[in-house]
């Protein structure tokens, strides 16, 4: 329907995601948005140079996009060119989406089929411009930020939420000169951070064949998310005490070499259940810095790093990853609750983590919802639950996990990973007790 594939929207509408981001990469500071409109025939082809040097057609362009949202009930988040674009060229694609005007963008966007503006949001102004979308350096960036801004310009109702981009993993100062020099011209500030097993960009691991300790690499590698989240927001309190401006960590997610036998520049991976902890140990990471932490989007959805979807031609599978998305649902629009947890480590060699993970938190409907995740491979982890201002009665729950570290979903067999009912579940007390098995994540509903 309306030229993208109805099972690939299906099974994403079922996520309920909040935003989309497009185009992301270092393809944004490459993409002309006046190249992806009009008659799709007509359209001018490039060479995407960050893709393996394939030749874009430019048959996804704004219309697609926004059309996409609008079939999954997400709201756009749009990344503008700064790296490769003009000021001009940006303000008129914020004036072709949004404005209800009389005016020369608004008319092209009528000509091209689409006569009611589209509501956009979210507007980052560039991508990665301390890498692939300039090398440029934060000061000359703030000042490039404060220029392309100034004429990103609400029209009509729509009103634009922008977003700076933010630092380069650890690259504090990057956020302390983003933060002094135009803290108050900005909405959000980005940050980007993969997980690497390795920690070497330039062999990163097989993202199926792996050992215990690659899986315990993983997941450490993962936790760093909460220690750079706490040091950048440390650095925007002193400038934003009331934390105004939100952090958006827009890029997110495992990073393994790519599948053998595939085209090393489309990053396409395989997706394990290794792969559903480090999403589950972020979405906790999230909850916890919820007060700063304004959105969060994970790099790609399908076919490219860590995916909600693989397909294959006509076949398409869930990996393990979306059967997070899916089960973490029930935290959306809900309010965070603080979680105290208290237990054993998960000792590999010399290393050590939590052997569990939690996050809890209250929705409109009164229902509390607890996820869980056991780090152990090995070892199952018995938990007694106490609640403070709430008495369970009864409680279910979901559980993903899998007999190998490894299991993952194949086109051959697409059902390997997914989630099943949780069982032993026991309510007394206003205590819950249940026995999570060895590398699992769990999601429990208590009433």
């Known amino acids: 329907m309306r030229g993208i594939r109805q099972d690939v929207v299906q099974a994403l509408r079922k996520l309920q995601i909040p935003v989309l981001r497009w185009p992301g990469g270092c393809f944004a500071d490459e993409y002309h948005w006046k190249d992806g409109i009009g008659p799709r025939d007509q359209r001018p082809r490039m060479i995407n140079t960050h893709w393996g040097g394939v030749v874009e057609n430019n048959h996804f362009g704004t219309h697609e996009f926004l059309d996409l949202c609008e079939q999954l009930g997400a709201e756009p988040y749009v990344c503008g060119n700064v790296g490769s674009g003009s000021v001009q060229e940006m303000m008129e694609w914020v004036e072709y989406m949004t404005s209800d005007a009389d005016s020369p ?8 089929g689409r006569e009611q503006p589209w509501p956009v949001r979210y507007f980052g102004v560039g991508n990665e411009s301390w890498g692939c979308g300039g090398n440029m350096r934060p000061e000359y960036y703030a000042d490039q930020y404060r220029r392309y801004s100034t004429f ?3 029209y009509g109702t729509n009103r634009l939420f922008r977003i700076a981009c933010g630092a380069n993993v650890a690259d504090y100062n990057w956020t302390e000169v983003l933060m002094r020099e135009v803290g108050r011209r900005m909405d959000g500030l980005s940050l980007h951070y993969y997980t690497l097993t390795t920690g ?14 690659d899986w315990h690499a993983a997941l450490r590698q993962a936790l760093v998310m909460d220690d750079l989240i706490t040091r950048h927001a440390r650095i925007m ?4 005490p009331d934390k105004r401006i939100g952090m958006i960590v827009d890029e997110w997610g495992t990073w393994h070499d790519v599948e053998p036998g595939t085209n090393p520049g489309f990053l396409y991976q395989q997706n ?5 902890l480090v999403a589950a140990l972020h979405f906790h990471i999230f909850h916890r810095h919820a007060d700063r932490v304004r959105m ?3 790099a790609q959805t399908v076919n490219v790093l860590q995916a909600m979807i693989l397909t294959d031609r006509d076949r398409m599978l869930l990996t393990p990853t979306y059967h997070v998305f899916e089960m973490y649902r029930v935290h959306q629009d809900a309010t965070h ?9 998960y000792r590999f060699e010399q290393q050590t983590l939590p052997q569990l993970s939690a996050s809890a938190s209250r929705g409109r409907d009164g229902r509390l919802h607890l996820s869980l995740a056991n780090l152990d491979p090995q070892r199952a982890a018995p938990v007694l639950t106490r609640f403070h201002g709430f008495t369970p009665t009864r409680a279910n729950g979901r559980v993903l996990t899998a007999d190998a570290i490894n299991a993952h979903n194949t086109f051959d067999r697409p059902r390997t990973v997914e989630p099943r009912a949780l069982t032993g579940l026991a309510v007394a007390a206003g205590e819950l007790q249940l026995t999570l098995p060895p590398k699992c994540i769990a999601i429990l509903e208590l009433e």
């Open 272 to 276: 394990t259940l290794r792969d559903a």
């Open 237 to 240: 309190d002193r400038f934003d």
């Open 152 to 154: 990103v310009k609400n």
């Open 105 to 112: 963008m608004a008319n092209l966007r009528r000509q091209n």
């Open 296 to 298: 969060a989007n994970i």
């Open 200 to 213: 070497n960009w330039n062999r990163k691991g097989s993202a199926t064949d792996f050992t215990e300790a």
């Open 337 to 345: 609750l603080p979680t105290d947890v208290a237990g054993p480590a």
